[in-house]
């Protein structure tokens, strides 16, 4: 139902830092949940990291815990995902994604396109 759109991909050295921002349409932003994900070629796609719509708790995957950080800015309707010390395995298309509470992004959510993230070694 809301509309997303990813940006801030791009190619960067390994140990590298890349910002990626999902900016989201319409009015009611703060009453989703908020997550990202990533998908490798030949791979299933993973979950990264989530929020919550009130912004805590956060929730990271174990390979991304430490570097990552995901946040929210409710009155601008964005997510962002700060992601630092970059890895080669970290190439990946990176995926936002918005669900209400209580309801699976796999089940209900609303998806982005992509943005491409590759980590050269």
């Known amino acids: 139902q809301v509309q997303l759109v990813e940006s801030g991909g791009g190619l960067v050295q390994a140990g590298g830092s890349l910002r990626l921002s999902c900016a989201a349409s319409?009015?009611?932003?703060?009453?989703?949940?908020m997550g990202w994900f990533r998908r490798a070629p030949g791979n299933e796609r993973d979950f990264v990291a989530s929020?919550?719509?009130?912004?805590?708790?956060?929730t990271y995957a174990g390979p991304v815990k430490g570097r990552f950080t995901i946040s929210r800015d409710n009155a601008k309707n964005t997510v962002d995902l700060q992601m630092n010390s970059l890895k080669p395995e970290d190439t990946a298309v990176y995926y936002c994604?918005?669900?209400?509470?209580?309801?699976?992004?796999?089940?209900?959510?609303?998806w982005g396109q992509g943005t491409q993230v590759t980590v050269s070694s």
């Open positions: 994604a918005a669900t209400l509470p209580g309801t699976a992004y796999e089940n209900s959510g609303s």
């Open positions: 319409g009015r009611t932003f703060s009453r989703y949940n």
């Open positions: 929020i919550t719509k009130s912004g805590a708790p956060t």
